[in-house]
């Protein structure tokens, strides 16, 4: 038992010493860039209602969540994702704005799930919405801000690719995919399980158009040109007008001069069911899982009372500070400098908080030591030892 109290659960560790300070700066930087972009920094609860994240909202699944009651026998939950929280908030306190509203934020988010054997169950999301505009000048802002964010991180290598959940449930409506069914289908087009995709198109007894363009979809990847090609896929109205959106995306992104960070995906969907447009996730060299993701989701903030439309993005911070790591693009604000300690005696305690105080005044950290036989006998490696009499 001794020896368990030193250690963390599994999927939670501490982080501490250059690790800490980078993740600090990191988390200052990009917020201070979100804050620069028009976006006001908030904060909520690290457990809510579990009605805030249930199946209705399309988010995690129950039983992927950390769950647990209060006294008055109320269900809560660690939250396993930060936009139903941020939707919620923006349902309450900024209900009556007409203009949009733009939020940011920093927090903890938890999965308990037996899928994230080896990973971590904890992870810190830094994110922005846009709520109240639902046009593609919008959705380019949020992935101009993703962009911007990969930049000011010191990454300068890196794709953002977008799909369209729109173009995808215009045509499982189509062919009248819907509930588990619907749910499966995400899972194996975005895992390019191509049996698997034909195995429940003959469950299903799909029409052979549907079955081909479905069986087609984890291949419609590539640059700006493809989409054309997408596009005579289908005579769907909607699907037809999703494809239209990216291409008038794009044309937004050369104004931002960010078109060569883009590609296209249009096997990128997600299991969270709240996304009804656009949906990108930022990659990057050495490393499988996404930096940043977002989306638009029109209709996870009407659930609370406040319909309107959204787009977010979320910066996955550990994975960002691994990316770096790999990359070789860590800045030198991380490392720890040498730390003053001001050795004194009680004699010449005022003369050491004054030097204290003005080492503190230039940037440069700083304690006393009541004891200097010890400052010079014993002094810590990141330490450089200053004597006051």
């Known amino acids: 038992m001794k020896d368990r109290l030193l250690h963390t659960p599994e999927g939670v560790r501490d ?13 200052a930087r990009l917020s201070g860039l979100m804050r620069l972009s028009g976006y006001d920094m908030i904060e909520t609860p690290v457990f809510e209602y579990f009605e805030v994240f249930g199946e209705k ?10 769950r647990f009651f209060d006294r008055e026998g109320n269900t809560l939950v660690l939250r396993p994702d930060m936009t139903p929280s941020v939707a919620r908030c923006a349902a309450r306190y900024y209900k009556d704005r007409k203009d949009p509203v733009r939020i940011a934020y920093c927090g903890s988010t938890f999965i308990n799930s037996s899928e994230y054997q ?3 169950r904890q992870s810190t999301q830094l994110g922005a919405e846009l709520i109240g505009d639902a046009s593609a000048f919008a959705d380019a802002e949020m992935i101009a801000l993703t962009v911007e964010c990969l930049l000011e991180s010191g990454l300068t290598q890196f794709q953002v690719e977008i799909g369209e959940t729109a173009f995808f449930a215009a045509i499982a409506e189509e062919a009248g995919i819907e509930g588990e069914e619907y749910d499966e289908l995400v899972r194996l087009i975005t895992d390019k399980n191509i049996f698997g995709i034909e195995d429940l198109l003959k469950r299903e007894g799909l029409d052979e158009k549907y079955g081909k363009l479905f069986l087609t979809l984890p291949s419609l990847f590539g ?11 289908t005579d769907n109205k909607t699907a037809t007008e999703a494809i239209e959106r990216l291409e ?14 883009i590609g296209f995906d249009l096997g990128k969907l997600s299991s969270y069911r709240y996304y009804t447009g656009i949906i990108f996730n930022a990659y990057t060299y050495g490393l499988g899982e996404a930096l940043i993701a977002g989306g638009r989701y029109d209709k996870l903030a009407g659930q609370f009372g406040n319909d309107r439309p959204a787009v977010g993005m979320a910066v996955y911070v550990e994975r960002m500070m691994e ?16 730390t003053a300690v001001v050795a004194a005696d009680e004699a010449s305690y005022a003369k050491a908080l004054k030097k204290v105080r003005e080492l503190r005044m230039n940037g440069k950290a700083a304690f ?4 200097e036989k010890r400052a010079t006998d014993d002094p810590a ?3 450089d030892v200053i004597f006051v009499k």
């Open 15 to 27: 982080i501490y010493g250059s690790e800490c300070m980078l993740k600090q700066g990191l988390e």
């Open 57 to 66: 909202r399309g988010t995690a699944r129950p039983k992927d969540m950390y």
């Open 368 to 371: 006393i030591r009541v004891d």
């Open 381 to 383: 490696e990141d330490t």
């Open 323 to 338: 990316a770096l790591v790999r990359n070789g693009c860590v800045r030198g604000e991380h490392e720890k400098t040498k």
């Open 248 to 261: 008038k995306i794009y044309e937004i992104m050369k104004i931002y001069g960010y078109d060569d960070y």
């Open 118 to 120: 080896g990973k971590p």
């Open 223 to 233: 640059s700006f040109e493809r989409l054309e090609d997408f596009k005579k896929l």
